[in-house]
């Protein structure tokens, strides 16, 4: 997978070759229904942004509830789909010639990176992350966008839907659920058997103290 930073070819770039494969092209902010259905039923939305840079390549940037930058590769034809079958929104785009002059691939990293660490259903959300990058990669000000939903997301934490966003689906976090999975039944099993010999012990004092009441 792609990490939240560093690639390599980046280091090379000096800031005034106009025609660098990582410049961006296109700003994307984009929403999609949360994946916990009582969050999305409340109306909840994930946000991520989609860049586009001039080597052609889209890549969505996201925080997730794990509270670290995810960043991965796409096809623009999965977002179109997204689009097409009303599972994303595209909410804003800024082109080259809205963005600030000479915007860089690692310059965004860069700004993401701060929103790195705790996840907080309202006050370090995916949104605040998207909108962060989007005001400061924008060169108007009135291209520059609010916090989405931050009343929404208040009472979602006043009420402690708290990871109510998309979790990353990583093969590490798969094992980690089969493996939680695992532990689940071995507590339920360990349930069933502590109930089982409280039953019985109860079962038991019951028959003593009915003979001692012969006694």
């Given at each position: 997978g792609?990490?939240?930073?560093?690639?390599?070819?980046d280091v090379?770039?000096?800031?005034?070759?106009?025609e660098?494969?990582?410049?961006v092209?296109?700003?994307?902010?984009?929403?999609?229904?949360?994946?916990?259905?009582?969050?999305?039923?409340?109306?909840?939305?994930?946000?991520f942004?989609?860049?586009?840079?001039?080597?052609r390549?889209?890549?969505i940037?996201?925080?997730?509830?794990?509270?670290?930058?995810?960043?991965?590769?796409?096809?623009?034809s999965?977002?179109?789909?997204?689009r097409?079958?009303?599972?994303?929104?595209?909410?804003?785009s800024?082109?080259?010639?809205?963005?600030?002059?000479?915007?860089?691939?690692?310059?965004?990293?860069?700004?993401?990176?701060?929103?790195?660490?705790d996840?907080?259903?309202h006050?370090?959300?995916?949104?605040?992350?998207?909108?962060y990058?989007?005001?400061?990669?924008?060169?108007?000000?009135?291209?520059?966008?609010d916090?989405?939903?931050?009343g929404?997301?208040?009472?979602?934490?006043?009420i402690?839907i708290?990871?109510?966003?998309r979790?990353?689906?990583?093969?590490?976090?798969?094992?980690?659920?089969?493996?939680?999975?695992v532990?689940?039944k071995?507590?339920?099993?360990?349930?069933?058997e502590?109930?089982?010999?409280?039953?019985?012990?109860?079962?038991?004092k019951?028959?003593?103290s009915?003979?001692?009441?012969?006694?």
């Amino acid at each position: 997978g792609m990490g939240a930073g560093q690639s390599g070819s980046d280091v090379s770039i000096v800031s005034s070759e106009p025609e660098s494969p990582t410049r961006v092209e296109r700003i994307e902010f984009w929403t999609e229904p949360l994946k916990n259905p009582v969050a999305a039923a409340a109306g909840g939305l994930h946000s991520f942004l989609a860049i586009r840079t001039q080597d052609r390549k889209t890549r969505i940037l996201e925080k997730l509830v794990d509270g670290l930058i995810h960043e991965r590769e796409v096809m623009r034809s999965e977002l179109v789909y997204k689009r097409m079958k009303k599972a994303a929104s595209l909410v804003k785009s800024a082109h080259k010639s809205s963005l600030r002059p000479n915007l860089k691939l690692r310059t965004i990293r860069r700004w993401a990176k701060r929103h790195r660490g705790d996840y907080d259903v309202h006050s370090a959300n995916c949104h605040r992350m998207s909108t962060y990058v989007w005001n400061l990669s924008v060169a108007e000000h009135r291209k520059r966008m609010d916090v989405p939903q931050s009343g929404l997301s208040y009472f979602a934490s006043s009420i402690g839907i708290g990871a109510s966003t998309r979790i990353a689906q990583s093969r590490k976090e798969r094992e980690k659920e089969a493996d939680g999975d695992v532990e689940w039944k071995e507590l339920r099993k360990e349930i069933k058997e502590r109930v089982e010999r409280a039953k019985k012990m109860r079962a038991e004092k019951r028959t003593e103290s009915r003979y001692l009441f012969y006694f």
